[in-house]
């Protein structure tokens, strides 16, 4: 059981450059989210998605895009990175019903836009 | 309008002592407020949650406590240790009402000295 995995953990690019961020989960869970960590500012949603097929703007969304293709993947793209997009990225899921609301974490991926 | 307000930015603690850290929230629909805990280089991880149906919850050497009616919750670590040292984030959430989406707030350096 890995629970949340991200993938790459690290990656640089250049201004206009695109890249795809991976997230899995092996739970089950229904909710899935994307958030970014920034010194000073706590943890950012991004975009999140209660089920398969369905996504959603968070509170920052401008300049990425997901997909949820399949239950256990959230994929995040950056179409033409800025390097006001250089952060820590973090993925995250959630099961659905009231029993727990606890968010589960991947160990992030460091992203450097130069 | 950032939803949950934490503080203090750091805090440095003496081994064996008592570590606080504050939390104030506006929406009076949250009905989860959980702390995270997150070590460098790691996703963070849930160390404790409270509902506000109760003023109080302990688990080990860490409590919530929660005012409803002041809207704040903090979190205190008793006998603060060195590998206490981490960065804690407090949060926020309407839960099954609300996708469980979570409203962090800015997060706290904590360096307990040996």
């Known amino acids: 059981n890995a629970g949340v995995t991200q993938t790459p953990k690290f990656r640089v690019l250049k201004t206009g450059q695109s890249m795809t961020l991976l997230c899995a989960q092996d739970m089950n869970h229904e909710y899935m989210y994307w958030y970014r960590q920034d010194p000073g500012m706590g943890l950012r949603l991004i975009h999140y998605?209660?089920?398969?097929?369905?996504?959603a703007k968070g509170e920052v969304p401008d300049g990425y895009n997901v997909s949820r293709l399949k239950k256990q993947n959230f994929l995040l793209g950056l179409e033409s990175a800025a390097p006001s997009q250089t952060s820590v990225y973090f993925c995250?899921?959630?099961?659905?019903?009231?029993?727990?609301?606890?968010?589960?974490f991947g160990p992030g991926t460091r992203l450097t836009v130069t | 309008q950032q939803q949950v307000k934490q503080s203090p930015q750091s805090l440095i603690v003496q081994k064996g002592g008592i570590s606080i850290i504050n939390c104030a929230y506006e929406n009076t629909a949250f009905d989860y407020f959980p702390w995270y805990q997150q070590f460098p280089g790691k996703g963070p991880a849930l160390l404790i949650a409270?509902?506000?149906?109760?003023s109080e919850k302990k688990e080990g050497r860490f409590t919530i406590s929660f005012n409803k009616s002041a809207k704040q919750f903090s979190l205190h670590i008793m006998d603060s240790q060195p590998g206490d040292s981490a960065t804690y984030f407090c949060a926020a959430t309407r839960g099954a009402n609300n996708f469980n989406k979570f409203y962090f707030g800015s997060g706290t350096k904590l360096n307990v000295k040996p």
């Open positions: 998605s209660v089920g398969e097929g369905t996504t």
């Open positions: 409270i509902r506000p149906d109760v």
């Open positions: 995250a899921s959630s099961r659905q019903g009231r029993v727990s609301y606890e968010q589960y």
